[in-house]
């Protein structure tokens, strides 16, 4: 009888939270990386990052927590959330760009984190992790996660409000009922994020998913809708309230009938566009996740016949994700007014179908369905028209310039253009190459890889180039106004939409608008020393102004005084 031979030992996998961690580790580390990393290294961004930025700024300075103030004067943009927020940063950072921007940057991680805790019950723990990365590395993401705004603060609490629901939805027992109070708060803390669109958006696509499922009666009883919105009241009303009983019909008109129905039904500040206008944001803003949503919509169409009968958890997520998507696409492709931040409440959604298309793509080989073929070929596609888009991207960026705006310095990019086009091909291609041949995990790392690179090298090489030609002229004038105006003297804006000279000057800014020029005689009068900024094209009309003089003239802007400084 032989001698039987060993077995060979078991190849075993890590400990489920060894893997666990592992991933946390890699998510956090992307986070900071895009999010995080030299968050202050440019000064802020005209018009939307200063005013939320000085508005804070003047809370602290006056104490006044219930209506907010820019240029000292009260502002209704937007209710009291992002404010408090930013005060309270301040207070721990000082006031600057870091503190500023702190906020987008933790709720940006925190949904990225959420994102995957939240798919790895339903598309396991790959599908859940390519979600996270398609969330986190995009431009669009990137761009609002590192900006003083309040978009990203809107859509971290309007996404837990729906993944609460979610879980709630799918329970078949009452354990995860506490997860009612964690989405009814959310909505409450939106509400004061955005105002009433917390409460619209999630109700629309919560409502909609119900009626396609047949399902509204028995799960409105389980969400105890009553309660819920009572609680949303009693946390987001007293503001409200307050604020209304402070500026009574000012606050109205501002706040609902200016910012949000003037907003929809009208068009505000040129911000135009057709029912398709945010069809190309989703292509490029989401890139090159949105390559693989056709897989998704594949998916969805399997599924088409029995979408009111029963479904599995992961097909029930599929369903739900491309409603929560479509709401808000549509819901703003009928605004009048629009703005590519506007359908970013959509982003965690496409997120989640990145990661169930994405676990379907990756599985496939080379002979794959008729969507991964679709995939490979959109991926492709958008990498070799944003190549060439990015090889002629200096002689387009100066076309433009002239014009535009063509005051302003030239856009020195260097060979930051060529990097990214041949960045964005090679990684890409090693993507699509390595799905083909079944190795999904090296098609995922190329991918987010290609994405953290690329963005990074925007962010650290192309954004200071056009931070340079569009902000820093303002930002030094600005700090010369702080530097050399006394108590009794004026900066003045003329013709100019410019919040960060009121930041950065720390001082309330006159704005004289064109055909108001004998204003500045009047002002004159008044105060010591003027200091007038205004664009290099409305130089001509500040030469027929008696009695002021140019100081000097760089970037596209000019500065100028009623007092001679020879």
């Not at 990684?427 to 995922?444: D, E, F, I, T, Y």
Request: one cysteine or more.
């Amino acid at each position: 009888m032989g001698v039987p031979e060993k077995a060979a030992p078991a190849v075993t996998s890590a400990p489920r939270w060894v893997r666990e961690v592992a991933v946390t580790t890699l998510l956090l580390g992307v986070g900071f990386l895009l999010f995080f990393y030299r968050l202050d290294s440019l000064s802020l961004f005209d018009a939307d990052e200063p005013a939320y930025a000085e508005a804070a700024r003047e809370m602290l300075i006056s104490g006044d927590w219930i209506t907010p103030h820019f240029n000292f004067q009260p502002r209704f943009d937007k209710p009291i959330l992002i404010y408090w927020l930013i005060a309270l940063a301040y207070k721990g950072f000082g006031i600057g760009e870091y503190a500023a921007r702190f906020w987008s940057a933790v709720f940006a991680t925190g949904l990225t984190l959420s994102i995957y805790l939240f798919g790895r019950q339903r598309l396991g723990r790959r599908g859940a992790c390519i979600a996270a990365l398609a969330f986190a590395a995009n431009i669009g993401t990137v761009a609002l996660a590192r900006a003083a705004v309040t978009d990203m603060t809107l859509v971290f609490c309007m996404t837990w409000t729906l993944f609460c629901f979610f879980d709630v939805y799918l329970a078949t027992d009452k354990t995860h009922e506490g997860f009612l109070f964690v989405g009814y708060l959310a909505m409450a803390l939106a509400v004061l994020a955005k105002g009433p669109i917390g409460l619209l958006l999630p109700g629309l696509v919560v409502g909609l998913f119900l009626i396609i499922r047949r399902r509204a009666r028995a799960t409105l009883s389980r969400l105890r809708l009553l309660s819920g919105l009572v609680l949303v009241t009693v946390i987001a009303l007293p503001w409200y309230v307050l604020v209304l009983r402070e500026n009574g019909w000012a606050f109205a008109q501002g706040f609902f009938v200016q910012h949000h129905l003037n907003r929809y039904l009208g068009v505000v500040s040129g911000h135009v566009g057709g029912l398709l206008y945010f069809f190309p944001v989703v292509i490029l803003g989401f890139f090159p996740w949105s390559g693989i949503l056709p897989n998704a919509f594949g998916q969805l169409w399997t599924i088409r016949s029995r979408l009111r009968t029963e479904l599995t958890g992961r097909q029930e997520l599929l369903l739900f994700s491309w409603v929560w998507c479509g709401v808000v696409v549509l819901f703003f492709s009928f605004s009048r007014t629009k703005l590519p931040s506007y359908i970013f409440p959509a982003f965690p959604a496409l997120a989640l179908l990145a990661g169930a298309a994405g676990e379907a793509v990756l599985d496939e080989r080379q002979q794959g369905g008729r969507w991964t073929k679709a995939c490979d070929w959109l991926v492709g596609g958008m990498a070799c028209s944003l190549a060439v888009i990015l090889f002629f991207m200096p002689s387009l960026a100066d076309r433009i310039r002239l014009r535009e705006a063509p005051d302003i310095p030239p856009f020195d990019l260097g060979l930051a253009p060529y990097v990214l086009a041949v960045l964005l091909l090679a990684g890409l291609a090693l993507a699509v190459a390595a799905r083909r041949s079944g190795q999904g995990n090296v098609a995922v790392a190329s991918m987010a890889v290609t994405m953290v690179l690329s963005i990074a090298t925007a962010v650290h090489r192309v954004a200071p180039v056009v931070h340079a030609s569009l902000q820093k002229s303002l930002h030094d004038f600005a700090l010369v106004a702080r530097q050399e105006l006394r108590p009794g003297d004026l900066l003045v804006a003329y013709d100019l939409n410019a919040p960060s000279l009121v930041f950065y000057s720390e001082r309330q800014v006159a704005l004289i608008r064109r055909g108001e020029e004998a204003g500045f005689q009047r002002l004159a009068a008044s105060y010591g020393r003027l200091l007038i900024v205004a664009k290099t094209a409305a130089e001509t009309r500040l030469r027929q102004v008696p009695d002021i003089f140019p100081l000097d003239r760089r970037g596209g802007y000019v500065l100028y005084s009623n007092r001679d400084g020879s």
